[in-house]
Structure formats: C-alpha cells, structure tokens
C-alpha cells in the first residue's frame, strides 16, 4: 500500500492560517499564475522581478540540432536514435575543450543517462572528453554520488578541470550549488518530463483536473520547465558569478517552454540564440568566456548591483524604490 498526497495546498494551510502575512518567493516560481492554483490561494501580490547585474552575467543557448542537421531531442522516440546520442557527445566534446573548471549535464532520467553513457563509450566519445576534462557521474546511491561530488570539487579546484554527469530530480539539482570555477557551463539534455505512466502522478493529475481545473499538459509542462530552471540554475549563485546554460532540446524553442522559464533567464534568451547548431553554440559561448574572464572589481558594480548609502539615501534612489513598489 502507497500513500501519497494529491492536493499540496494541505501542507501549506496551516502556514496561511498561523500567519497574517505570508510571502513565498523563489527564483523558480514560474509561472507565477499556476501556484496559487495548486496552493489553493488568493494572492494579494504577486510580481516577477529581474535580476540587478552590473554585466550579463548569463548566457543561455537554446541548441536544436547538431552539425549534421539533425534534430535535438530527448523525446521518448528519440531516445535510441543514435544520431542524437552522438550529437549529444559532440557538443560535451566541444564544450569541454572551450570551457574552463567545471561542466554540468542533466539527464530527464537515470536510465537515459546510463544509456547515452552506454553508448558515448561505444563510440569513443567519453575517451574524447576525458582528454580534456575527468568525468563523475551520479548514481541512484547517496555514497557514491557524494564521493563523485567530493571528487569533483576537487578536480575543479586543482585546476585539472571535470565534468558532472547528473539528474535532473536528483541530489545533485536539488541541493548542491556549483558556484563561479564549480559550474561555468550546465547542459541540459533534454526536457525533464516526469514518467507519466506512474500511477500515482495519474492520480495527481486527476485531481488538479478535477478540483482545480488544471490540464493534464499545463501541470506537466510547468513541472519540466521548473524543474529544468532549477538544474540550470544551479551554476549562477551570486552577481559576481557567471556560466552559460545550454538547453539542448528543439522543444525549448517554442514559445510555451520558454515562457515558462523565470523571467531572469527569459531576458536573456533572444531569437538569435533560439535555433542553434553545436557550432554555432561553441561559438557564441567561447565569445562569452572571453568577455567574462575580463577584470571585474567590486567598485564595477557601484550604481548597479550593489549601491553604496550615499547612493541608497539620495532622492533619485527613493524615487526609483517608489515607482518600483508603485509598478507591483
């Protein structure tokens, strides 16, 4: 026998009833519309806000095929293709030759990561890679994944370099952040939908439909975006740090993915980096490294992201705060 809660506005009741206020907040909360729905609430605010940064400091690329032409994607018919598997290998090949320190890859599951692993040592990809960087890899055991941390983190700090092959839902997505040398690039290999054929997400999925009146497609999707922006966003952990995120999936592309990502990350996704092949991406994220590894002070940031009290206390300063809380 399993049990399992269908409806989470349960586990946050009893905060809404204790407390007069109550603010959640979260770089991930996106959409924003979707959580009083599941939560069962009626919110007196809600905003979406951008991040302050003296440079841009992020750089996502949207990969839709490999140099070859074909199609990027981890759809569930897609996932033998050998093709994409070794487009998958060439992009971490080229990546690891450009990008300094640490790499990060997400998987959508353990098995399809096992397999494309399978397969990228058939092919001579993983002896490609290890020419550049040492590769770790998680696994479904706790010990060994915190010893392959353990020695990640070492081979990045020893300048040798690595590269994380993790999952997404996992330890690794949800609890660890990769910050500056630890996480200048994570990859994202496809889209991390949740197994559909699991009885109790059917289950769930009835009931949002049911009581709240939300689409089978809706939750999904919003679950995989979200999920998908707190892998990515695992490498950017402070406004001195920077990396690029690599979403490689065609499906990222169309305009009810992406708009599904946190507003933080959609500024900086334009058209021109929406349709890229694996050169095209190694290309603009050589460029990105090269401008990043520029000198940068604190004094840089003075004015932008970080505001002295002269700067906090004079009338231009109030002024922007009041139109601000006026906006929200």
Not at 301 to 320: A, P, W, Y
Request: aromatic share 10%; charged share 25%.
């Amino acid at each position: 026998m399993h049990f399992s809660c269908m409806d989470a506005s349960i586990a946050i009741k009893p905060v809404f009833s204790r407390f007069q206020s109550v603010i959640i907040t979260s770089g991930t909360l996106s959409p924003l519309d979707m959580y009083p729905r599941i939560l069962d609430f009626q919110p007196v605010t809600m905003a979406s806000f951008t991040m302050t940064l003296a440079r841009p400091c992020l750089c996502p690329l949207i990969l839709t095929r490999g140099n070859d032409q074909v199609t990027m994607s981890s759809r569930f018919e897609s996932r033998e293709d050998v093709a994409v598997i070794r487009n998958y290998g060439n992009l971490l090949v080229e990546m690891s030759k450009i990008v300094p320190d640490g790499i990060v890859c997400f998987f959508v599951s353990y098995t399809y990561l096992e397999n494309v692993v399978a397969s990228w040592y058939d092919q001579g990809i993983l002896e490609n890679i290890q020419r550049n960087k040492l590769i770790f890899i998680e696994t479904q055991d706790s010990d060994e994944t915190s010893m392959a941390l353990d020695k990640y983190h070492e081979a990045c700090n020893n300048g040798r370099g690595a590269v994380l092959l993790a999952v997404a839902r996992g330890k690794v997505s949800e609890g660890v952040d990769f910050t500056h040398h630890l996480g200048r690039a994570v990859i994202m290999f496809g889209i991390p939908y949740v197994y559909t054929q699991s009885r109790t997400l059917k289950s769930r999925l009835e009931y949002l439909r049911e009581n709240y009146q939300i689409r089978d497609s809706d939750f999904l999707t919003f679950d995989a975006m979200r999920h998908a922006a707190q892998c990515v966003g695992r490498v950017v952990r402070g406004k001195t740090d920077y990396g690029v995120m690599i979403f490689a999936d065609k499906r990222f592309s169309r305009s009810d993915k992406k708009s599904k990502l946190p507003r933080w990350i959609q500024e900086h996704i334009t058209d021109a980096v929406c349709n890229l092949s694996t050169d095209e991406s190694v290309h603009i994220a050589k460029r990105f490294l090269r401008l990043m590894a520029q000198p940068f002070a604190r004094e840089d940031q003075l004015g932008h992201s970080l505001l002295t009290v002269e700067q906090l206390e004079s009338e231009s300063q109030r002024k922007r705060i009041a139109d601000a809380a006026h906006q929200v």
